[in-house]
């Protein structure tokens, strides 16, 4: 068994968990974000202290890899890497899109309704992908700006559950009766344990000095209108 802390940084959520031989022993969330750079610090501070205290070491890092907030990817990814070099363990990235859809399929959906989280990416566009039950890839990662015939292939033939801080609009343009939305979706470090323990146990790990986020698109970087002088 293996000893995994989880950080997850992809939205306004922060959040960190530790599973210790397939129990978890720390979880730390706060979704009133972005506060990234001030909590994933203190939460992580508090996970390794209760390390400590049962006298556990880590085996692994594992981090929320994006699509998702530019500047949350680069703080979680940060963070998990200087833990690997700290403690001269393996990083395992997750997409934080696969973290959303573990997560979801936990609730009561029939298994043959498809899995679309969707991360917010500004005006009517939207980082999405979409598995089936078993978390196996039925159309990828893509940026999309969202309009009545998204998804229309798909919404033909099968239910598509709608789920993440991107959703929601969809709800005005989507009007498929196998168009199913819910809530309050986001990822979370406790929906990344049984991924990360796969990932471990499978050796899937990457590179620590050379990994970055995936971003999907490019950070462009803006000037305020009103800048003064």
């Known amino acids: 068994m293996s000893c995994i802390l989880n950080i997850e940084t992809a939205t306004e959520v922060c959040s960190v968990t530790i599973i210790k031989n397939g129990n978890l022993i720390f979880d730390r969330e706060e979704t009133k ?3 990234h750079a ?3 610090g203190q939460f992580v501070n508090e996970g390794i202290e209760v390390l400590r205290e049962q006298n556990t070491l880590l085996d692994a890092v594992a981090v929320s890899c994006g699509p998702g907030s530019y500047t949350g990817l680069r703080i979680g990814v940060s963070e998990a890497k200087g833990l690997c070099y700290g403690f001269n363990i393996p990083l395992i990235a997750i997409g934080s899109l696969k ?6 399929k936990k609730r009561e959906l029939d298994e043959s309704t498809l899995l679309c989280p969707m991360i917010d990416a500004r005006r009517m566009e939207v980082y999405d992908m979409v598995f089936n039950h078993n978390l ?4 990828p990662v893509t940026a999309d700006i969202i309009d009545e015939n998204s998804f229309a292939d798909l919404l033909a033939e099968h239910q598509i559950a709608f789920f993440g801080n991107g ?3 969809c709800k005005e343009v989507l009007h498929s009766t196998n168009a199913i939305f819910i809530d309050d979706v986001y ?18 790990f990457v590179d620590v000095a050379y990994f970055e986020p995936f971003y999907l698109k490019e950070f462009v970087a803006t000037v305020p209108k009103n800048k003064i002088i």
């Open 187 to 204: 990822p979370r470090a406790v929906d990344m344990l049984e991924l990360a323990e796969e990932a471990y146990k499978n050796n899937d």
């Open 167 to 169: 959703a929601a609009k």
């Open 136 to 139: 196996q890839e039925v159309r």
């Open 99 to 104: 973290i959303m859809a573990n997560g979801i």
């Open 33 to 35: 974000g972005p506060s």
């Open 38 to 40: 001030v909590l994933l």
